[in-house]
């Protein structure tokens, strides 16, 4: 069964510190990892990442995949307390429609 | 630009009444669209997804199904709510048959007594 695992399922930092969120998968005939970031109600798309060792960089947030050891990695830098959110990961098939979801990891920033 | 709406917001409904949640899309054609539960502090679980007008998949076996109508309309429906139905129900929409990227719209909060 295709799974995605989270973690750490919770984290709280200071502001300013760096973060980094990890999420491994096993997906059969493995297509893409997406990113997406939730504060109170809808995700948010952040990242789809289909090739590893490419970083996809938007701000402070970065991203990065490993094929090779079936996982992604999502740095945030300099947090801000408007970064608090959970953040998910998913992943899809070859020619499958639907996404399979982590847990989630709930950050929390601290002033 | 493409948007998605939901309605309503929040429901609060007692054990054993009908459901009926709505979602639609605007400024695309022939979206993939997909309902998702979230259950507290839960990732989300993908109930079902439809390809085009009158097609739809089933992902978990439940009490609820789902309709479209429309192109750009989906619907969720339950005939009796059950306490256990109690979620965030996510809908969502992607562009083409691959359906790379999914984009959210803002959710029904239900509440099931």
């Known amino acids: 069964e295709d799974k995605v695992v989270q973690s750490p399922l919770s984290l709280v930092v200071h502001e300013g510190d760096t973060v980094t969120l990890n999420c491994s998968y096993e997906?059969?005939?493995?297509?893409?990892l997406l990113w997406y970031k939730q504060e109170k109600k809808a995700p948010t798309f952040l990242f789809m990442l289909?090739?590893?060792?490419i970083e996809k960089k938007s701000g402070r947030l970065s991203s990065i995949l490993d094929k090779k050891e079936l996982f992604s990695i999502l740095n945030i830098t300099a947090t801000q307390t408007g970064d608090s959110a959970v953040y998910l990961c998913?992943?899809?098939?070859?020619?499958?429609?639907?996404?399979?979801f982590g847990q989630g990891t709930r950050l929390t920033i601290n002033p | 630009s493409q948007t998605i709406h939901q309605w309503p917001a929040t429901l609060v409904q007692p054990v054993g009444s009908p459901l009926s949640l709505e979602c639609t899309v605007e400024?695309?054609?022939?979206?993939?669209l997909y309902w998702y539960r979230q259950a507290a502090g839960r990732g989300l679980q993908l109930l079902f997804y439809?390809?085009?007008?009158?097609?739809i998949s089933s992902e978990v076996p439940q009490n609820l199904s789902a309709s479209r109508p429309q192109d750009r309309q989906f619907i969720l429906s339950s005939k009796k709510l059950l306490l256990s139905d109690s979620g965030f129900y996510l809908c969502?929409?992607?562009?083409?048959?691959?359906?790379?990227?999914?984009?959210f719209g803002p959710g029904t909060r239900l509440l099931v007594l």
């Open positions: 997906v059969t005939n493995f297509r893409s």
């Open positions: 439809s390809v085009g007008i009158g097609q």
């Open positions: 400024g695309t054609s022939n979206p993939n």
């Open positions: 969502a929409w992607s562009q083409d048959v691959v359906g790379e990227t999914q984009y």
């Open positions: 998913a992943a899809r098939g070859q020619g499958a429609q639907k996404l399979v």
């Open positions: 289909t090739s590893s060792g």
